[in-house]
Structure formats: C-alpha cells, structure tokens
C-alpha cells in the first residue's frame, strides 16, 4: 500500500514523509490508494531506507514503461537527489 502512495507521490513533488502524512488526510486519489488507511510520517519515513534499492528499481522500470506507452518525455530525472539524464542506459 505504501509504495502505491509512494510511486504517486514522488512525480508530484511530494516526497517529504510528514507531507505525504497531510496529503493522506486530505486527498481522496491518496486515500483510495491507500485504501483508506491513515500510516504516519514515521512509518511512511521508516519504508524508504529499508526498501531502498526495490524502490530505485521500481522506479526506473515505471519510468521506463512510461516512455514507451509514450507517457512521458525524457529529460532530467533523479534517483536519491542526484540528476541524471534521462537517455543515459538504464544499467548505468
């Protein structure tokens, strides 16, 4: 449940646990991906390092699928704060 919140939240800019934690509350698209559930920033802050390297390759395949349904355009992207471009090898 939380990496559904997780994955939609990241592309709006939302990635602060305790924002995430508010958009919860008031957003009906996160509290249906949430399925109604109401995890506090901490629970939400303690997922992230512990997934840590499933959510980097999460992210890169959805990215990936995206650009090949023609979803998105690939410009800049970046994984853990660090830009990189986003023709550059999926491997690298």
Do not use: W
Request: charged content about 30%; some cysteine; overall charge positive.
């Amino acid at each position: 449940m939380l990496l559904k919140v997780l994955v939609f939240a990241h592309p709006k800019g939302i990635r602060s646990s305790r924002k995430i934690d508010r958009v919860l509350e008031r957003d009906v698209v996160f509290g249906y991906l949430a399925s109604n559930h109401q995890p506090d920033f901490r629970t939400i802050c303690d997922v992230r390092p512990d997934h840590r390297e499933e959510f980097q390759l999460l992210f890169v395949e959805i990215r990936r699928l995206c650009r090949q349904a023609g979803m998105a355009q690939m410009g800049e992207g970046a994984i853990d704060g660090r830009p990189v471009q986003g023709d550059a090898a999926l491997d690298q």
